[in-house]
């Protein structure tokens, strides 16, 4: 019998998606020989009633990446720099890279994105800054606070771009609100996906929140209809769907706080996360290596960090309960 392969490497939700975003597809797929909209205004008014922001402040883009992409290369000129974080979302460091533009690191500490650690960093080409929050791999966030001192801190010539991907797994009160802190700060820049709590990471569909002259720039260089036909519709659905997203976090936050205790039981480093992963360290290769497979073993894939160079480090997605339990008995088996 060909054993069933659990993906737990790229924090997708495991609960799947809202079945309104189900019949959203349903009733669109016979018309997807149709060009989708360039500007899809409706989703757009869903997230303006949502956050208290105008249309002309909202981008949409396929998949948040392309919105992060499209950042480095609208708002970087030839000669500035990047600024985020060591050990934080890749694609921050790849795409500077694609456009060839310098993307300076900042150490975490304790496995956090202290915003002050960012300072040193700064000089007089910095224009755009990335902080994941959540974190991607580590799981930690920074306070409202926190995001308001370094607003205050630095030249409003700076766009800070604030990664929320995973913001709706959150249920800490310190989590910044950053659609408040916009009010005081246009150079803030809030990014959001629909890829995570909202189950639709295959149909690559994300936005982001911006003062409205950034939106309009980065509007003249998205390239038309790179939103498909079926994501705006399946998207609105997946908002509406509230019981789903409040369940999937409920479910999210006890699986997340069974797997974290029981690893730590178990010996491993694990730091506490926000989000829908957990994040392991290891003293050496080995170590993790012997991890890793004891789960490949069983069919369980997991993120090795090697291929994001971090050589000791693993990430898993919280699956659900069943799969968290076949982890920690496997682990202790072996
Ligand atoms: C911090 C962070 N930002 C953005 C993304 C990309 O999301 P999307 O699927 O919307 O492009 C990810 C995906 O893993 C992520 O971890």
């Given at each position: 019998?060909?054993?069933?392969?659990?993906?737990?490497?790229?924090?997708?939700?495991?609960?799947?998606?809202?079945?309104?975003?189900?019949?959203?597809?349903?009733?669109?797929?016979?018309?997807?020989?149709?060009?989708?909209?360039?500007?899809?205004?409706?989703?757009?008014?869903?997230?303006?009633?949502k956050?208290?922001?105008?249309?002309?402040?909202?981008?949409?883009?396929?998949?948040?990446?392309?919105?992060i992409?499209?950042?480095?290369?609208?708002l970087?000129?030839?000669?500035?720099?990047?600024?985020?974080?060591?050990?934080?979302?890749?694609?921050?460091?790849?795409?500077s890279?694609?456009?060839?533009?310098?993307?300076?690191?900042?150490?975490?500490?304790?496995?956090?994105?202290?915003?002050?650690?960012?300072?040193?960093?700064?000089?007089?080409?910095?224009?755009?800054?990335?902080?994941?929050?959540?974190?991607?791999?580590?799981?930690?966030?920074?306070?409202?606070?926190?995001?308001?001192?370094?607003?205050?801190k630095?030249?409003?010539?700076?766009?800070?771009?604030i990664?929320?991907?995973?913001?709706?797994?959150?249920?800490?009160?310190?989590?910044?609100?950053?659609?408040?802190?916009?009010?005081?700060?246009?150079?803030?820049?809030?990014?959001?996906?629909?890829?995570?709590i909202?189950?639709?990471?295959?149909?690559?569909?994300?936005?982001?929140?911006?003062?409205?002259?950034?939106?309009?720039?980065?509007?003249?260089?998205?390239?038309?209809?790179?939103?498909?036909?079926?994501?705006?519709?399946?998207?609105?659905?997946?908002?509406?769907?509230?019981?789903?997203?409040?369940?999937?976090?409920?479910?999210?936050?006890?699986?997340?706080?069974?797997?974290?205790?029981?690893?730590?039981?178990?010996?491993?480093?694990?730091?506490?996360?926000?989000?829908?992963?957990?994040?392991?360290?290891?003293?050496?290769?080995?170590?993790?290596?012997?991890?890793?497979?004891?789960?490949?073993?069983?069919?369980?894939?997991?993120?090795?960090?090697?291929?994001?160079?971090?050589?000791?480090?693993?990430r898993?997605?919280i699956?659900?309960?069943e799969?968290?339990?076949?982890?920690?008995?496997?682990?202790?088996?072996?």
């Open positions: 019998m060909e054993m069933k392969v659990v993906k737990l490497s790229a924090n997708e939700n495991c609960y799947g998606c809202s079945s309104l975003a189900l019949d959203a597809i349903l009733s669109k797929y016979k018309d997807v020989h149709l060009y989708p909209d360039v500007n899809p205004i409706t989703l757009k008014e869903k997230l303006s009633e956050f208290g922001v105008r249309t002309d402040n909202i981008i949409v883009g396929a998949g948040s990446v392309r919105i992409d499209g950042l480095i290369q609208t970087v000129g030839e000669g500035e720099e990047v600024l985020t974080f060591e050990n934080s979302f890749i694609a921050y460091g790849q795409f890279e694609f456009h060839k533009r310098k993307c300076r690191f900042a150490p975490l500490s304790d496995f956090r994105c202290v915003p002050e650690n960012l300072l040193p960093f700064i000089n007089d080409n910095t224009r755009l800054i990335f902080i994941a929050n959540p974190n991607n791999p580590t799981g930690t966030i920074i306070s409202h606070s926190e995001l308001e001192w370094f607003l205050s630095i030249s409003e010539k700076i766009i800070v771009v990664d929320e991907a995973y913001a709706e797994y959150v249920t800490d009160a310190s989590f910044p609100n950053s659609f408040e802190l916009q009010k005081k700060y246009s150079n803030l820049v809030v990014l959001r996906s629909f890829s995570k909202y189950g639709l990471a295959g149909l690559r569909i994300g936005y982001g929140i911006m003062e409205e002259k950034i939106a309009a720039m980065m509007n003249e260089k998205q390239i038309p209809f790179s939103v498909n036909y079926l994501s705006p519709a399946t998207a609105i659905a997946a908002l509406s769907d509230v019981d789903f997203i409040n369940r999937s976090v409920v479910s999210n936050s006890q699986q997340r706080e069974y797997l974290f205790d029981e690893l730590l039981k178990l010996g491993y480093n694990a730091i506490f996360s926000h989000a829908n992963f957990i994040y392991l360290w290891f003293d050496n290769d080995v170590e993790k290596e012997k991890f890793y497979s004891k789960l490949f073993q069983e069919g369980i894939v997991i993120c090795d960090m090697k291929v994001f160079g971090q050589a000791k480090s693993l898993i997605t699956g659900v309960s799969i968290n339990r076949k982890i920690i008995s496997f682990l202790k088996e072996n």
